[in-house]
């Protein structure tokens, strides 16, 4: 299984976007905004190169048992609450890829239990903050 997880502002800045995926072969990428993009951009920093850290095997395991997998594929693709104003707020996006399966969740302006699972997951494995 890959699985990315990614933190968008809908702030006028980009900086502070960030981003963690974990490849099937346990490699885990991150990255976070610390300059402005180009105007219509979102991201100023690429993934490395090389990964900031390989999960084991256990690592692994215990990764994929802290994240909902069968739930997340059976969550719309965009989950948002009309409720709340479009301006600012921020959106969250995991993409989840289990062999032929494939799917991206967007979480608008709102939260998910499913969703903030992985966020918990992927923070804790990429060392990253909030």
């Known amino acids: 299984m890959e699985i990315e997880f990614r933190h968008i502002s809908h702030a006028q800045t980009c900086?502070?976007?960030?981003?963690?995926?974990?490849a099937e072969s346990g490699e885990v990428f991150h990255a976070r905004n610390v300059e402005h993009c180009p105007k219509g951009e979102i991201w100023s920093a690429p993934?490395?190169?090389?990964?900031?850290?390989?999960?084991?095997?256990?690592?692994?395991w215990r990764l994929w048992r802290k994240i909902p997998v069968e739930e997340l594929f059976t969550l719309t693709e965009?989950?948002?609450?009309?409720?709340?104003?479009?301006?600012?707020?921020?959106?969250?996006?995991?993409?989840?890829?289990?062999?032929?399966?494939?799917?991206?969740?967007?979480v608008e302006n709102t939260s998910n239990e499913a969703v903030t699972a992985v966020k918990e997951a992927l923070q804790t494995y990429a060392q990253l903050g909030p």
């Open 15 to 22: 900086v502070g976007n960030w981003r963690v995926r974990v």
């Open 47 to 60: 993934y490395p190169a090389e990964p900031s850290h390989r999960l084991s095997a256990w690592e692994r």
């Open 78 to 106: 965009h989950i948002t609450d009309p409720a709340r104003a479009t301006m600012g707020g921020s959106r969250e996006e995991v993409e989840l890829t289990d062999g032929a399966r494939h799917h991206q969740i967007v």
